[in-house]
């Protein structure tokens, strides 16, 4: 749950990058956060399954992740979360024990904070991502695809992260810009590990690699926001569901 309000580029950017992750809006969304995948042990699982239920708790989660995923406002997202108290309070009454669980915790209590103040900025700095992942979700609510976080360990990713977070902290078009020009090493290097992904994931990537020398050549917002599907379906293939 990140808000920007600070410049279209920036607000667009993020938004179209993020949501395919998680739930993305101009000023933020349910289950942002930094990409995970967290289970829970076999003796915590057996405990889990007495007292809660996962299958309700990830329902809920995704009913508000597709309910909120198209959501372009502040006012908007707060009325998504009024819509769905009963699956907050479902998620609360089902979290399961260990990092998945602290961190819904800690994201049901930031909504809750919200609704309570009508004050979306209370979302800003929400992560949940884990919780998503945990669901095997992304932050529409839709399955994670095949590739996810199978690129973790490549060169491609080991080049691309930096640019993508960058670009996700970034305040204003300036810093978006930033994200690619102050990385021009690993721009350079995007083009041949490209070559070596996943036909899954390639066409993403050489538009990512052919884009970003183009920026770096003349930066450019709009080609920036041009890039947001092929981001967000690498950032998966990276293991960032945000």
Do not use: W
């Not at 078009?173 to 070596?196: N, R």
Request: one cysteine or more.
């Amino acid at each position: 749950m990140r808000q920007s309000e600070t410049g279209a580029g920036v607000t667009v950017m993020r938004r179209a990058i993020m949501r395919v992750m998680a739930v993305a809006i101009a000023v933020g969304g349910f289950a942002i956060g930094a990409g995970a995948s967290v289970g829970i042990s076999q003796a915590n699982a057996a405990q889990f399954s007495v007292y809660a239920s996962k299958a309700a708790f990830c329902r809920a989660d995704i009913a508000i992740d597709r309910a909120s995923s198209k959501v372009t406002s502040a006012t908007a997202f707060i009325a998504i979360l009024k819509a769905h108290k009963q699956d907050l309070t479902t998620m609360s009454r089902n979290t399961p024990p260990g990092p998945v669980g602290t961190a819904a915790k800690k994201l049901i209590a930031t909504a809750e904070t919200a609704l309570a103040t009508n004050n979306p900025s209370a979302l800003a700095n929400a992560q949940g991502g884990a919780v998503d992942t945990y669901c095997g979700v992304n932050g529409q609510g839709r399955p994670l695809p095949a590739y996810f976080n199978t690129g973790k360990r490549t060169a491609f990713c080991t080049n691309f992260l930096p640019i993508f977070k960058g670009v996700a902290a970034a305040t204003s078009d300036a810093d978006v810009l930033s994200a690619f020009t102050s990385h021009t090493s690993q721009v350079e290097q995007l083009a041949a590990a490209a070559s070596k992904v996943p036909a899954s994931v390639r066409s993403a990537a050489t538009t990512m690699a052919q884009t970003s020398e183009s920026i770096v050549k003349s930066p450019n917002i709009s080609s920036v926001q041009s890039l947001a599907s092929a981001a967000g379906k690498l950032a998966l293939y990276c293991g960032q569901n945000q």
